[in-house]
């Protein structure tokens, strides 16, 4: 199944969604667009525009009990999610070297990659949908909705990025999610 990406200007014309349910009490969560390094990418046309779907279950990760009793201030780790056409979160993989993220694999706790990566896999999506206008309707007028007055939408999986902030201060645990911004 070959992935298709939006690319940073399209997916902005959709507009940066926020979580459609509340997340646990111990999750900040602050959403921005990223399309991870070397995705593909869809070309779209003046036309078209893609919605990224809004999570419809997105689960915190939990602290790793065995790393409580160390002194720990804070450890992150950056996941890339793909996310099929049913909206379903069907491969994540570490990502390294970016901004707020580790530098390389040697600088992540195997326990809080393991932490993440067992939250993404039971997050689940509204599809993300390819919206194509009528031709000679320019897609940057239509908003962040793909309202078609005689076109069509297509769903498409896409990869998103996730920066997972494990924290500890005065005995209590937190973890923060954020969506990755590529400029970020």
């Given at each position: 199944m070959?992935?298709?990406?939006?690319?940073?200007?399209i997916?902005?014309l959709?507009?940066?969604?926020?979580?459609s349910?509340?997340?646990?009490?111990?999750?900040?969560t602050?959403?921005?667009?990223?399309?991870?390094?070397?995705?593909?990418?869809?070309g779209?046309?003046?036309?078209?525009?893609v919605?990224?779907?809004?999570p419809i279950?997105?689960?915190?990760?939990?602290?790793?009990?065995?790393?409580?009793s160390?002194?720990?201030?804070?450890?992150t780790?950056?996941?890339?999610?793909?996310?099929?056409?049913?909206?379903?979160?069907?491969n994540?993989?570490?990502?390294?070297?970016?901004?707020?993220?580790?530098?390389?694999?040697?600088?992540?706790?195997?326990?809080?990659?393991k932490a993440a990566?067992?939250?993404?896999?039971r997050?689940?999506?509204?599809p993300?949908?390819?919206?194509?206008?009528?031709?000679?309707?320019?897609?940057?007028?239509?908003?962040p909705?793909?309202?078609?007055?005689?076109?069509?939408?297509?769903?498409?999986?896409?990869?998103?990025?996730?920066?997972?902030s494990?924290k500890?201060?005065?005995?209590?645990?937190?973890?923060?999610?954020?969506?990755i911004?590529?400029?970020?």
């Amino acid at each position: 199944m070959k992935l298709i990406v939006a690319t940073i200007s399209i997916v902005i014309l959709c507009g940066c969604s926020h979580m459609s349910t509340k997340p646990p009490k111990s999750t900040d969560t602050n959403f921005h667009v990223f399309i991870p390094p070397k995705a593909p990418v869809i070309g779209a046309k003046s036309n078209q525009m893609v919605v990224v779907g809004n999570p419809i279950v997105q689960v915190s990760p939990t602290y790793p009990k065995q790393m409580l009793s160390k002194d720990i201030v804070r450890r992150t780790v950056c996941l890339s999610i793909t996310i099929n056409r049913k909206g379903v979160v069907y491969n994540n993989h570490p990502l390294y070297g970016m901004l707020n993220c580790p530098a390389s694999a040697k600088a992540v706790e195997p326990a809080f990659l393991k932490a993440a990566q067992a939250a993404v896999i039971r997050w689940r999506f509204y599809p993300t949908i390819l919206c194509t206008f009528p031709k000679g309707t320019d897609a940057s007028t239509k908003g962040p909705y793909c309202e078609l007055e005689g076109g069509e939408y297509k769903k498409i999986p896409i990869m998103l990025a996730f920066e997972f902030s494990f924290k500890q201060f005065g005995g209590k645990a937190e973890v923060h999610v954020d969506r990755i911004n590529h400029g970020h």
